[in-house]
C-alpha cells in the first residue's frame, strides 16, 4: 500500500504504477463513499481478481480490514495552508495578487506509527509487515519514528453524555418538586448550560481524569436557548464544531435549528 497525505497526488501516483509496471492499483480517501471504500477494499484483498497494490490517503487506519503486507510512505510531509493572513486581508481589493502560502510539516511519529502498523496485522494474511518509504530522503525519517517510544498520556479528557445529563435534569426535577432554582424559571427551562455547570460543579476526578472544556457548548446552547428542544436535542446541538466568534455562521446554526425544531425540511443554502 502506497500512502500519500494529499488527495490530490493519488491518481498521479496510481497512473505512473500502473504505467510502470503490470501492477493493478485501488484507491481509497476519506470522502470515498462508505460502499466504494468497502468495495476497494474488497477487490484488494482478493488477490486472484482484484488490485494488486492499494493508494491510499491515511484513510487507511480507519477501520478497514485489509491484507497489507507493506507500507510505503510517498512522502513524510503534508501540505498545509499558511493562514497567517485573514480572509478579509486576502480578499481586500487592494491585496488582490497575495496569494496563500504553502506550509510543509513532518506527519506526525504517532499517525505515521498507526499507519505502519496497519501491514501484517494478526487479522491479515501476513504475519509480519514492512514500512519503507518511495524516496530513499525519507527512510531516516520513518527509521526514527519507527524507533520512537511514544510518550503516554498523564491524563484523558472526560465529558458527561446527553443520556447522563437527562438523568441528571430529571433527578433535578424531581428533587425540587418542578419549582424553579434560578430566576424563577421553571425546571424545564433551565437553560442547558446551567444544568452542565451544576453537574460538574459536583463532578470529581482524580489525578487520571480532567473535565473538557466546554465553553462553545454554553455559547452555542445559550444562543439556541429560546428554540423549544429537548435536553438530548441541546446537547447534541451544542456540540456544533462552528466558530462561536463568526456571527454569519451562529445566525445559521440558529436559522437551521429553527427550521429542524417546526420539523420543517432543513435546506443547505
Known amino acids: 500500500c502506497v500512502v500519500a497525505f494529499n488527495r490530490s497526488d493519488l491518481f498521479s501516483i496510481k497512473d505512473e504504477i500502473e ?9 481509497i480517501y476519506g470522502k470515498l463513499p462508505p460502499e466504494v471504500r468497502s468495495a476497494q477494499a474488497r477487490l484488494f484483498n482478493e488477490r486472484a481478481v482484484g488490485y494488486d497494490v492499494l493508494v491510499s490517503t491515511d484513510a487507511i487506519g480507519m477501520g478497514l480490514n485489509l491484507n497489507i503486507r507493506r ?3 510517498h512522502n513524510v510531509l ?3 495552508s499558511n493562514k497567517k493572513l485573514s480572509d478579509d486581508i486576502v480578499n481586500h481589493s487592494e491585496v488582490h495578487n497575495v496569494s496563500r502560502q504553502m506550509t510543509y510539516d513532518f506527519i506526525e511519529p504517532s499517525n505515521i506509527k498507526q499507519i505502519a ?6 487479522s491479515s494474511e501476513y504475519k509480519e509487515g514492512e514500512v519503507t518509504t518511495w524516496q530513499d530522503v525519507d527512510l531516516p ?9 511514544i510518550p503516554q498520556i498523564k491524563a484523558a479528557g472526560v465529558f458527561p453524555t446527553s443520556e447522563l445529563i437527562a438523568v441528571y435534569h430529571e433527578s433535578f426535577a424531581k428533587a425540587y418538586n418542578n419549582t424553579s432554582i434560578q430566576n424563577n424559571l421553571p425546571i424545564d427551562e ?9 453537574f460538574l460543579e459536583g463532578a470529581k476526578t482524580d489525578g487520571r481524569y480532567f473535565i473538557t472544556n466546554y465553553d462553545s457548548m454554553k455559547i452555542i446552547s445559550n444562543w439556541l436557548y429560546t428554540i423549544p428542544l429537548s435536553i438530548d436535542e441541546r446537547f447534541k446541538l451544542a456540540y456544533a464544531t462552528i466558530d462561536t ?10 436559522q437551521f435549528v429553527a427550521t ?10
Open 71 to 73: 507500507i510505503i510512505f
Open 245 to 254: 466568534k463568526n456571527d454569519a455562521l451562529m445566525v445559521m446554526l440558529y
Open 260 to 269: 429542524y425544531a417546526l420539523k420543517r425540511p432543513v435546506g443547505l443554502n
Open 141 to 149: 525519517y520513518i527509521h526514527a519514528v519507527m524507533n520512537w517510544e
Open 117 to 122: 502498523g496497519r501491514a501484517g496485522r494478526l
Open 190 to 198: 433551565i437553560p442547558l448550560s446551567v444544568l452542565l455547570q451544576r
Open 78 to 80: 503534508k501540505r498545509e
Open 19 to 27: 504505467r510502470l509496471t503490470n501492477l493493478r492499483c485501488g484507491i
